[in-house]
């Protein structure tokens, strides 16, 4: 007895490992729901391997696929995928919490504090109306996005309404949450210079990617503005996070555009404006979204490289994105920064940071260089593919992305349960990493005597 409520304490105390069982439940509900004959068009028996790593990519809005969504799935089956990225992208805590006000009008302090270390929010008082508002702003993006892509596909390509609207609503839902599913094979290549797919596809998932809390400072701006009022006070979070996408954003556009301008198999033939519009789409996918215009495995090794770097920063904090998030790449950069000028501390945009915050920063970003090491390593050396190839895979699966070179269909089990484990990380780690560590500070009682080892 008493063994349970201490584990049911810990449970409280540490929130995060709610989130974790939470996306583990989701994970295993969708791949025994994927493993139904009636999810898939028929053929062969379907593996547990295959329907476990569509699920948990799905679960963890990543988008690496090891068959054909459309080709394999039954509808059925597709709208398991679909429910499991609107599950994945919203969050297993928001959506319990939403739950739980709806039928029994409050929130209990565990599920509090789940949704607290899901959604990033940083007083428990205002989780109702956070939750609420998640759900309110990524239906608002879904609805939009879907309105247009539906009505393109309708007049544009001739599809019946019914269809339209389906392709519609699918690729809004997994654009908004950088999931990158998409129905057909190639992705969006057929549609790569069609600025009314491209672009609100492009919009959806760069806002997904920016993480809710800069999404409701948005609107707390605009609301502010409409009404005549003073303009509020950006936040720290806010500034860092729109300015670093705003210039990872031009630099990767610049750079895939520098890059592959002569590529013949990617954007050679293409005209000067199809190639501006193919290489800001392609600036933007790395950042966790996982749909491509262009064939990824013909892209130039340092392109490849270039989308390795993007991939691995990722997006917003508390959003629909992956990676180590660039909050934490611009955090690192400020600290480097401050100890090259051999300032005591740190300040950044007229506030100085805390050491805390430092920290898990550093074990953040640590922890996650370690796991694609150690992910490419044993990757290398279970399969026969090279190290371009294996890192691209390795680093899409951990910053949740879903860009492939094509290999992942082609590995071994091992190697695809690889990238299940990776998948599950870069949607889970950082998270559970940063509420773990901020529920651990404590105090100390004493302190050992200071000494300097040589550093550099």
């Not at 409520?5 to 295993?28: D, M």
């Not at 210079?193 to 920016?210: C, F, K």
């Not at 611009?330 to 005591?344: C, N, T």
């Amino acid at each position: 007895m008493k063994t349970g409520i201490k584990r049911r304490a810990a449970t409280v105390r540490h929130p995060a490992r709610l989130v974790v069982l939470g996306f583990g439940v989701a994970v295993v509900a969708g791949t025994v729901l994927l493993s139904l004959p009636v999810a898939t068009e028929g053929g062969p028996p379907l593996e547990v391997v295959t329907a476990l790593f569509t699920a948990t990519s799905a679960v963890c809005v990543t988008g690496l696929v090891v068959v054909d969504t459309a080709g394999h799935w039954s509808t059925f089956g597709e709208l398991v995928v679909l429910g499991l990225i609107q599950v994945g992208g919203l969050g297993i805590m928001t959506l319990a919490s939403l739950l739980g006000m709806l039928v029994a009008r409050r929130l209990g302090l565990r599920m509090r504090l789940g949704a607290q270390a899901e959604t990033k929010s940083l007083r428990l008082g205002d989780i109702g109306r956070v939750v609420v508002g998640v759900l309110r702003l990524s239906l608002v993006f879904e609805v939009l996005t879907a309105a247009v892509l539906s009505m393109r596909f309708m007049t544009g390509y001739g599809r019946p309404l019914g269809e339209a609207i389906y392709l519609g609503v699918f690729h809004a839902i997994s654009a908004f949450n950088n999931a990158g599913f998409a129905l057909w094979p190639d992705s969006l290549t057929a549609y790569a210079t069609d600025a009314w797919i491209v672009v609100p596809v492009m919009i959806a998932l760069v806002s997904g990617g920016l993480g809710f809390p800069v999404l409701f400072e948005l609107g707390r701006r605009m609301r502010h503005h409409r009404r005549g009022r003073a303009g509020i006070r950006w936040s720290l979070h806010t500034k860092i996070t729109l300015l670093v996408s705003a210039v990872l954003l031009v630099v990767g556009t610049v750079a895939v555009l520098a890059m592959e301008w002569s590529n013949p198999a990617t954007m050679g033939p293409r005209g000067v404006l199809d190639k501006l519009l193919l290489a800001l789409f392609h600036g933007a996918t790395p950042r966790t979204a996982g749909f491509n215009t262009l064939d990824v495995g013909e892209l130039r090794p340092a392109t490849l490289l270039v989308n390795d770097i993007l991939m691995f920063i990722g997006g917003g904090s508390a959003g629909t994105a992956g990676g180590i998030k660039v909050t934490t790449f611009a955090l690192l950069a400020f600290v480097i920064l401050a100890e090259i000028r051999g300032e005591p501390t740190v300040h950044v945009m007229g506030r100085r940071l805390a050491n805390a915050v430092q920290r898990q920063a550093i074990t953040v970003a640590l922890l996650g260089v370690g796991a694609v090491v150690a992910g490419t390593a044993a990757l290398l050396l279970i399969t026969p593919f090279d190290l371009d190839r294996v890192l691209f895979e390795v680093v899409s699966a951990f910053g949740t992305v879903g860009l492939s070179t094509g290999i992942t269909a082609e590995l071994p089990v091992a190697g695809q349960l690889l990238l299940v484990g990776l998948m599950f990380l870069g949607r889970l780690g950082p998270i559970t990493l940063a509420s773990a560590l901020a529920l651990r500070e404590r105090g100390r009682r004493y302190e050992l005597p200071e000494e300097r080892p040589i550093v550099g």
